[in-house]
């Protein structure tokens, strides 16, 4: 029995190895899997540092973040450990939705800077042994790209078929389709008296992937930016892109989530596939995909390695717990947990996911899924940073969370910048089916501006992220007390408790790689799971709660040597725990347990 132990130890051992081998080397050839079964991969061990460039760090003074800015802030990202940057788009655009609408793939945005800008970023990224992700929006265009600008002129320019042109049917919209921005997702375009398709604003038409064409000049201007020498993409909508070109009405029931309907082209799998052999498979590249609309039962169809499609994608069920299409709505931790469950099962060994809890389109972290109160916030944010780097996939960090930043007390509709709240209160409030007070108290709890404020770099005025009058975007008013300055100089941060979470996970196989079980499904206020890989298993417990919490360890799991915890001296190790207001607590588990380990 004990000789068996040891066998498999060094075995583990030995493809452990090979494994921090092939990670350093970024080789791409078949390697041994691990003790679970996964092949070891670079961006399977990274963490992801997402930055929204408008609100980063403003260089010259114009209230706008810029790609300087980013660059004289690389020590306070890398000190994080991540290494991986996702650089939300810095491409040519009018910004009718802050850059995801793009007039030039090959030009940097004016107000970003310029391609030399672009180019200086890279450089010091890799100089510095992380790697750079771009966004690739392709599912639409800017109304403003020459393509369309060409293809809206006539029926017969060679440009038409790169986007969906259709004549009204029964002098109406060609079907009842919507656009995420409210009203038809259809808009009749005088010059030639067609409706051309828009998912999103009428000033991004989505592109017409059935032609040939317009899939050669994604895949040009994919290369454009690998041979560059970027290291992937997060692709936007990814999934929408094939659209059934009969066009059907959505039916009664898909039209609260036409999301679903949206994403299940006939030919989104064939043009992936073609994307990776034509592009991906000839880089060592990571791919994440924005996958609105996929369903889990799908989201192998996307994943999994042996059809040479994406990497991973980004669901959507965890980080949309709190709204039901826009509407702000209460949820329980089971139901949350429920979720990371159902995740687990849905992907096998030759899958990998993200762990994505917010982003640019999403509530500030801490607010949604923590307390933001000031008794509250720095023990709630720091254990969500504890599951975040905790849960199995690669986890994805959004700028400012790190600190600990909230949601902004909006007032008026004056404080809105986003598209999508402007088109909204136009629908909703100014044809008088919502008060004005009942939308403004949803958005506070679901907008997107809430994660969009400029990052709080000091108490000096606009919290040092421009030297300017005023920023783009209004600075949350909680910035004198919430700043980078300050975590950074505070040991007992949230900004150090990232570091120190980036860092366990880093050097802990069993915390990327390791089986994920649930312990205590049912249970209300405490989330209470194990990662295990081989011999090596952890025990994770939070208190989603502000009540304190004597908790029984379910049995077979002994809590040995503790890793970490967000509250400072606490117990060791114990059959019991008292857990305190929001207290997460890793623990190694004791090793006569591995027999007991659930797998
Ligand atoms: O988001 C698409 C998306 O699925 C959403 O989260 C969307 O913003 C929201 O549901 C609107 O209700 C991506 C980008 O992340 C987002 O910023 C863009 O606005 C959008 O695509 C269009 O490019
Ligand atoms: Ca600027």
């Not at 921090?20 to 540092?49: C, F, H, I, L, M």
């Not at 096998?348 to 809890?357: E, I, P, R, S, Y």
Request: proline fraction near 5%.
């Amino acid at each position: 029995m004990h000789f068996f132990r040891i066998l498999s130890a060094c075995v583990f051992y030995f493809l452990l190895m090979s494994a921090v081998v092939s990670a350093a080397t970024g080789s791409t050839d078949p390697q041994p899997a691990d003790a679970n079964g996964y092949q070891p991969r670079w961006w399977k061990e990274a963490v992801v540092y997402q930055v929204y460039p408008r609100s980063f760090k403003d260089s010259n003074g114009d209230g706008i973040g810029d790609l300087k800015g980013i660059t004289s802030e690389l020590d306070y990202i890398q000190g994080l450990g991540v290494n991986v940057i996702w650089l939300s788009p810095h491409y040519d655009s009018p910004n009718a939705d802050n850059g995801y609408d793009i007039r030039d793939y090959r030009k940097v945005m004016t107000e970003f800077g310029t391609m030399a800008d672009f180019d200086e970023l890279l450089r010091t990224v890799k100089q510095r042994h992380m790697r750079l992700v771009l966004d690739l929006v392709v599912n639409h265009t800017s109304d403003e790209h020459q393509w369309f600008v060409e293809s809206r002129k006539s029926k017969d320019n060679p440009y038409r078929s790169y986007y969906i042109w259709r004549p009204a049917k029964n002098s109406k919209e060609p079907n009842n389709w919507t656009s995420f921005f409210s009203g038809s997702a259809w808009k009749l375009d005088p010059a030639t008296g067609e409706y051309y398709l828009h998912l999103f604003a009428q000033k991004q038409p989505d592109l017409n992937w059935d032609n040939p064409k317009v899939r050669q000049e994604v895949y040009d201007l994919m290369k454009f930016w690998l041979d560059k020498g970027v290291d992937g993409f997060r692709m936007d909508v990814i999934p929408f892109v094939s659209k059934d070109q009969t066009f059907p009405d959505l039916p009664a029931n898909a039209q609260a989530h036409p999301e679903y309907v949206y994403a299940a082209g006939p030919h989104m799998h064939e043009y992936l596939q073609e994307m990776n052999r034509e592009v991906l498979s000839k880089y060592d590249v990571m791919t994440v995909g924005e996958a609105f609309g996929t369903t889990l039962q799908q989201t192998p169809l996307l994943v999994d390695e042996r059809r040479h499609e994406l990497n991973m994608i980004f669901n959507f069920d965890a980080v949309r717990i709190n709204q039901e299409n826009g509407v702000a709505r209460g949820w329980t931790l089971p139901e949350l947990k429920s979720i990371f469950t159902r995740q687990d099962a849905a992907l096998d060994a030759h899958c990998w996911n993200t762990v994505f809890l917010s982003n640019h389109d999403n509530p500030r972290l801490v607010s949604a899924f923590g307390d933001d109160s000031a008794a509250y916030r720095v023990a709630s944010a720091k254990l969500l940073a504890t599951m975040l780097f905790t849960l199995k996939g690669t986890p994805f960090v959004y700028q400012g969370d790190e600190l600990g930043m909230t949601n902004y007390p909006f007032k008026s509709i004056d404080d809105f910048d986003d598209i999508e709240v402007k088109n909204a209160w136009k629908e909703r409030v100014v044809s008088g089916k919502v008060s004005a007070a009942d939308f403004i108290a949803n958005l506070r709890k679901t907008s997107r501006d809430n994660a969009r404020t400029p990052i709080q770099w000091d108490h000096s005025s606009n919290a040092g992220f421009t030297t300017g009058a005023k920023p783009w975007l209004a600075i949350n008013p909680n910035y004198p007390q919430i700043n980078a300055k300050a975590a950074l100089a505070d040991r007992g941060s949230i900004y150090h408790y990232y570091r120190a979470m980036i860092e366990l996970r880093s050097k802990t196989p069993a915390l990327i790689y390791g089986d994920f079980k649930d312990l205590d499904p049912a249970n209300s206020k405490v989330f209470a799971y194990t990662r295990a890989l081989g011999s090596d298993a952890y025990l994770i417990v939070l208190n989603f709660s502000k009540e304190e919490i004597e908790y029984a360890i379910p049995a077979g799991i002994t809590a040995e040597g503790l890793q970490i915890s967000n509250l400072g001296k606490t117990e060791a190790a114990a059959t019991r725990l008292h857990l305190r207001a929001w207290e997460a607590r890793v623990y190694k588990v004791a090793s006569s347990n591995r027999t007991a380990q659930p797998n």
